[in-house]
């Protein structure tokens, strides 16, 4: 049973719009959400997380939204661009992290 | 900089054989994970340990064994390869065992099982 997920494999997204990344989960014990980056034949790098306690956490040029009585949170990444072409993974912790099966996103120039 | 060293990036391996993937951290940390990521999949969790000769199973332990005999050392082994086992493998560690500790991921192990 898949208890995070993300329903979107893949997202087009023209350089220099707002990227948005949604994540839905489904057991509220979780109580931090992370989101990672991950390139081709690379690890995938930690990009920005939030706790449960919080609905907003920025960084830059990413923002990671929760919404909690949705089980829901989004990562947003204003202005996009082509370096930011990866997949993305949201994760979900209760002590150990559960990941999302991603999503792999494109930056048009 | 944390750094997670994996010491196979591409294996080649045949039905059967027994196969060693070594994970290597070098900043001290208590938590070590093994990952499989497959396409449409994600990151599944394999196996992971808290402490040294510790070792707790993950979602999909079947099929595979791990060894930490030492802290900075985490090992992934596969009994008997199968080609199912064909996948990136990915070694993580993390510095404490509690939420929201963010884990570091080593550049991955590509198996191909023929």
């Known amino acids: 049973d898949q208890q995070v997920k993300q329903n979107s494999p893949s997202l087009s997204v023209q350089e220099g719009r707002i990227s948005i990344l949604n994540c839905d989960y489904t057991n509220s014990m979780f109580d931090y959400f992370l989101w990672y980056k991950k390139y081709p034949a690379e690890g995938p790098t930690f990009l920005i997380s939030?706790?449960?306690?919080?609905d907003k956490n920025e960084d830059g040029r990413f923002t990671v939204f929760l919404n909690k009585s949705a089980k829901h949170l989004s990562l947003h990444i204003v202005p996009s661009q082509p370096g930011d072409s990866a997949v993305y993974f949201c994760?979900?912790?209760?002590?150990?992290?559960?990941f999302g099966t991603g999503t792999r996103l494109t930056i048009i120039p | 900089d944390v750094k997670v060293t994996q010491s196979s990036r591409y294996l080649v391996k045949r039905t059967g054989e027994k196969v060693f993937l070594e994970c290597v951290q070098d900043m001290d940390h208590e938590n070590m994970f093994w990952y499989r990521q497959d396409p449409g999949l994600g990151l599944r969790l394999i196996y992971f340990?808290?402490?040294?000769?510790?070792?707790e199973k993950g979602d999909i332990p079947e099929g595979y064994s791990v060894s930490r005999e030492k802290k900075e050392r985490f090992s992934l082994i596969l009994e008997s390869a199968s080609t199912n086992q064909t996948s990136m493998y990915l070694c993580?560690?993390?510095?404490?065992?509690?939420?929201?500790?963010?884990?570091?991921f080593g550049e991955g192990s590509w198996l191909t099982v023929v």
């Open positions: 340990s808290y402490d040294v000769k510790m070792k």
């Open positions: 993580a560690s993390s510095l404490w065992r509690v939420s929201g500790n963010t884990i570091y």
């Open positions: 939030i706790s449960s306690i919080k």
């Open positions: 994760a979900a912790s209760d002590e150990k992290l559960t």
